[in-house]
């Protein structure tokens, strides 16, 4: 059975989250493991979960999603985060956490599915999307 990528969705917005989770639900190669309403709940969610991937957006209450990225980085390194935001503006920030892909909302499903996948590899080394 192939692996999945594991993926931890975190938004505010519960409309963001069910789109998201409905489009994964469409990608064969990626499975939502959890989802977060804020920063901090994100940083408990990829400790308890272990996700590959993290899809975070920049602004939420409690812990923003950049904070949230510099602990995720600083204490799981080999989860990738991607930022999935609205404010194009964040991006230099984004990256200096540690953010290893940025992505406005609105862009395309590839390369959505571009930012998830590329490079997460599974154990045998070879691309799993």
Known sequence: MEQK???LIADDR???RDALRALAATWPKVEV???AGDGREAV???EACRPDVALMDVRMPV???LAATRLIKERWPQVKVVILTMYPMHHKE???AGADAFLVKGCSTDELLAAICD???TKKGEKNC
């Open 5 to 7: 990528i594991r993926v």
């Open 14 to 16: 519960p409309h963001s």
């Open 33 to 35: 493991v959890g989802e």
């Open 44 to 46: 408990q969610l990829v």
């Open 63 to 65: 812990m923003d999603g």
């Open 94 to 96: 984004a990256l200096s």
């Open 119 to 121: 490079p997460v590899e």
